[in-house]
């Protein structure tokens, strides 16, 4: 008997799983270990891996295995399994190669001349650069936008969360726009009149370190199949067998790092409780930036920041960096939850950060679809930067339009994926709340494990088996819903 | 004009040295970092990586285009390099797949058996095991030698010495055996009234750490273009451009650990100072294991154990570890020159350690010629360690003949390369001492760069661009003569 197109494919995507094993161990190298003479040999081969895995995916038969596959009696998963190849060779095929070499070598210009343009607040320079990422990004959206049959900004937004539209999202973005605004002045002004207690450093790095790995624990991260390690900007990579998260430590300041580290904990249990009969397959993955997101916001929002989280660690705080009058339970939760609007996305608070994001949207929307140019894109910045967060940042390119890497890197579409994940992650807790009563006590007493199973059944063990929509339905009742994330906020700030 | 068939070979030795740069990068992190759930993802992933780079070296227009080079108009540094990929080509066709598949299948269940077997002193499960991996080594041994023309053990010695035969080994090996055992029983008899003043630990690891950074630096290793970790099995891994080197620590003994990190160095340096610019192609490499092993010594024995090396040292021992009387230059080298014939290889001291590699070189030399069968190897290994080193091993297994990885993994003909890097590392010095008369007044006050510069421009740049016997004989003037060995030792441990 003759194999089957499906097995085959299956064959052929545990050979590009195992290369994208290499590709992961390659990329946490080089942002945690490598030591920086290193770099080309390091570039050159993670580019000659990727060279094959691209011509893998390409391969002209694979087309028409997959086609062949459609046809075929599969089992559910298997159907998802056939979707979910469908769309990696979509992602590899429907750009020319020439367009994809053109973008990486104007968006490594773009970034690269960035890291010094940033400092400088050199925004003249920094904009033709942008233009030819931004022109090239046009094209490769509408490619992308003809073979999907979605606007450009869609097209684009589909590599990240497939299934959504910009019309979901600024239904819900519309939403959040009319009482995020009064929401951040009212906690704000309820705020002034509190005392806290700022921790004293310095702390040192290996204590801090021991702090994390203790609460990594209360976590239930698998050290078994995984690492904490050290890089300039906090990520987790690795693969799903051996998960590798990073933070970075500043001696003067314990309170981000910390909670930094239960945020990529979120990210690594995720991704250490995929399904692992299906790890080798598309189907298998994360379902999405937003989804993965609300497992990192699930850890840092809604369980990390919460009161009786923090009454839960304040002991180990203590443990590790010594007694002092800043490390009640009390005043741990006034510092991670203060709430102040400032320029930066990454240093922004929990509630700041949608009207940063919201912003980014309209902007990188108006401008993929051709409604703007880069050149309007200071003034918009401004103006919105007044409306949602009352900021001035006129003439502060650096600290504005230029604080991020995405845009000169290409990667438009990805924004909201972060409040998508903080709006999923209150969904979540809604629901749990509703069939754990008592969840804030035991959360207290460090009875995690009731959060870890539901969002285990829920979201982890489904990997990519569903559509995003029917995840959520699934999990909660009801599709994305913003008034959760809102009643969060009200209850955590003005409660 | 079309390309020629150096320049396309070229090409295809490149992308192989970029593949090899993650199969080096994976096994260093399996090594020195993965956590053990990785463990069967990493494996998997190893495998598809070796798969695919076996089968570039494997496609069979790679032969004809060898073929081809070879009658080109070429540079000689060019018809090196075709050479040298030959040797690749060679190393991957002569053995049909199936043989391949059934070595890695049976040397892999003897290796994983024997890590119980060898504990338990089970000499009698073991021996199967390793009948067959030496049935089909021999196997492999025999294609092998077809195809060179050689004897069957001559044919694997030449994986890891190009050039070297059994017959100058047994020559070389013939006279140390006349006067090795009479050295060692009067070093130890001269040593008997020494009195040497132990270290007192623990020793902190961190500590320990820096000791040994201090001392790299010494050395002149390129923290820009490397790293130094812990592993199990200290080893220098890596490429050229980032070499890892790996150490283990024990915190009551800091000696075994230091020089360790000396020898490492030795190995990392002669990597790290390849010709860059051969870096991607086969010319480029060291040029052999018995090289590599003279850099590794060079640096530990001839450098490392020196007094005015110790002397340079000590206070950065002291600096580290605190004061103690141990901790004086003159106590330092008695510690690290002390002579005490023992069961095991890895722990021997400087004298002994030719007499375990004589003894194995002879054994499997036999073995694999034919001339024994595995039932015969206690009986010799028994014979040959009283009559070596005055040491009784009857009944004891786990310290004799299984004590070493080599023979369960199918390493047979590398042994020799340990004591030929001894040799040639005295032969080096040897001619450096009579270039340089001062050298340990140099040495004593951190004047390391001429032994650098000598080792530089005579071997390190030379990659394998020439023979062994070219090499050594452009840098000293004769071949490898084991009477500079013999003087080192006399000079060292009777002078």
Redesign the interface.
């Known amino acids: 008997m003759s194999a089957t197109a499906y097995a085959d494919l299956t064959r052929t995507f545990t050979?590009l799983y195992?290369?994208r094993?290499?590709a992961s161990?390659?990329g946490w190298?080089h942002a945690a270990?490598?030591?920086?003479?290193?770099n080309?040999?390091?570039a050159?081969?993670m580019?000659?891996?990727g060279v094959?895995m691209h011509g893998m995916l390409t391969d002209t038969a694979l087309k028409a295995k997959i086609d062949a596959a459609e046809q075929e009696k599969l089992k559910p998963i298997e159907q998802a399994n056939v979707r979910e190849m469908k769309r990696s060779w979509e992602a590899a095929n429907l750009l020319p190669a020439k367009l994809v070499e053109d973008m990486s070598l104007a968006s490594s210009k773009c970034e690269h001349a960035w890291r010094e343009q940033r400092p400088a607040n050199d925004w003249k320079s920094f904009a033709p650069n942008l233009e030819e990422v931004v022109r090239l990004t046009r094209e490769q959206a509408t490619l992308l936008a003809e073979a999907k049959g979605t606007s450009r900004y869609d097209a684009l937004m589909d590599l990240y969360e497939p299934g959504m539209t910009s019309k979901k999202i600024e239904a819900i973005f519309g939403d959040v726009k009319t009482w995020l605004p009064d929401l951040i002045a009212t906690v704000q002004k309820k705020q002034a009149s509190d005392s806290v207690i700022a921790a004293k450093g310095p702390f040192a790095i290996e204590k801090q370190k021991a702090l994390g790995l203790a609460v990594m624990k209360h976590l239930d991260f698998?050290?078994?199949?995984?690492?904490l390690d050290v890089s300039t900007h906090p990520f987790c990579g690795?693969?799903p067998?051996?998960v590798r998260i990073t933070t970075r430590y500043r001696e003067d300041d314990f309170a981000q790092s910390l909670m930094g580290i239960v945020h990529e904990t979120g990210h690594a249990r995720y991704e250490q409780n995929l399904p692992r009969d299906l790890?080798d397959q598309p189907v298998g993955v994360a379902r999405s930036m937003g989804i993965h997101e609300s497992q990192s916001l699930s850890f840092e929002m809604q369980l990390g920041r919460s009161k009786p989280f923090l009454s839960l660690i304040a002991p180990l705080v203590r443990e590790h960096l010594g007694e002092q009058p800043a490390f009640t339970a009390e005043n741990l939760g006034k510092l991670y939850t203060r709430v102040k609007p400032g320029f930066i996305r990454v240093d922004a608070d929990e509630a700041c950060y949608p009207a940063h994001v919201i912003l980014r949207f309209e902007i990188e929307r108006a401008l993929m679809d051709g409604e703007i140019e880069v050149d309007d894109i200071p003034a918009l910045w401004d103006e919105k930067m007044m409306q949602y967060l009352g900021v001035d940042t006129r003439g502060n390119f650096n600290n504005g339009a230029m604080q991020d890497i995405h845009w000169p890197g290409g990667a438009f579409g990805y924004f909201p994926s972060y409040t998508l994940g903080a709006m999923y992650a209150a969904q979540y807790f809604a629901t749990i709340r509703k069939q754990i009563p008592d969840l804030d006590q035991r959360i207290e007493r460090g009875d995690l494990a009731p959060i870890f199973d539901w969002l285990k059944t829920n979201i982890w063990s489904k990997a990519s088996s569903l559509s995003t929509d029917e995840l959520v339905v699934q999990a909660t009742g009801e599709t994305l819903n913003p008034s959760h994330f809102r009643a969060h906020l009200e209850r955590r700030y003005l409660g």
Chains 1, 2 share one sequence.
């Open positions: 050979r195992r290369f094993h290499l161990l390659a190298d270990m490598m030591p920086p003479r290193g080309d040999a390091r050159a081969a580019a000659e891996l094959h698998d050290f078994e199949g995984g690492r690795g693969v067998e051996d790890v």
